[in-house]
């Protein structure tokens, strides 16, 4: 069965530097998504990502973060200066090729540990 | 209000039991809606979609009420592998991202 793979599983980096989490979605899915989760805390959404640009952001995804589609099967979320607040599980998702399809896939994450 | 609410539970139920999870949603344009687990730190996996004539899998049917903003899980006949957290998800009118409750823990017991 197809799925989401996430690297590295875990990532411990000190406050102000530079992270990039990696995610290969689904082969024939479109649409790709960020999600994380604080400890304790709801999974919120980051970025929806759909023919190589940013479809939707939300408020948590300010000018820190940034995403990229490198190639045709990797997917990166990169937090430029991360902070300690940015610790958390990150999930990367992806759906089908119908712009109706919204079941989304979850990749097992990458936890995210700032110090 | 919350865009997505649930019961905060625990849910602690012995194996074989019946239980029912609900949810409410505030946007009244949402137009899908899923419920998903999520097993300790680890990622939210589907379980299933909800549609509005109510659909069934197994031992796990959804039912939907668009007029209430109302979505319900049940679970007939609990395994001690159902424990997880149930999250109840929504997509806003037009837009795919995924909005999600806070879940609802259920611990199966023997």
């Known amino acids: 069965e197809p799925e989401v793979t996430q690297t590295p599983s875990h990532q411990v980096t000190q406050m102000g530097q530079e992270v990039i989490l990696r995610c290969v979605p689904i082969?024939?899915?479109?649409?790709f998504y960020w999600y994380r989760q604080i400890l304790g805390q709801k999974v919120e959404f980051l970025v929806s990502f759909y023919n190589n640009e940013i479809s939707e952001k939300s408020e948590i995804f300010d000018d820190q973060f940034s995403v990229e589609r490198p190639d045709g099967s990797n997917f990166t979320l990169k937090i430029r200066s991360t902070k300690l607040e940015d610790s958390a599980m990150y999930f990367c998702?992806?759906?089908?090729?119908?712009?109706?399809?919204?079941?989304?896939?979850f990749g097992p994450g990458t936890r995210l540990t700032v110090t | 209000r919350k865009e997505v609410e649930q019961d905060p539970g625990p849910f602690n139920v012995p194996e074989g039991a019946t239980v029912a999870f609900n949810c409410t949603y505030s946007n009244s344009a949402s137009q899908s809606f899923f419920w998903y687990r999520q097993d300790c730190r680890k990622e939210p996996k589907l379980l299933m979609s909800v549609y509005s004539s109510g659909n069934e899998d197994g031992r796990f049917t959804a039912q939907l009420n668009r007029a209430s903003q109302y979505i319900s899980l049940l679970i007939r006949d609990s395994k001690l592998s159902d424990s997880a957290t149930y999250l109840c998800v929504v997509t806003p009118g037009g837009y795919n991202k995924l909005i999600f409750g806070a879940g609802t823990r259920l611990a199966v017991h023997p």
């Open positions: 082969s024939n899915h479109l649409y």
């Open positions: 998702a992806s759906s089908g090729e119908r712009q109706v399809d919204y079941e989304q896939y």
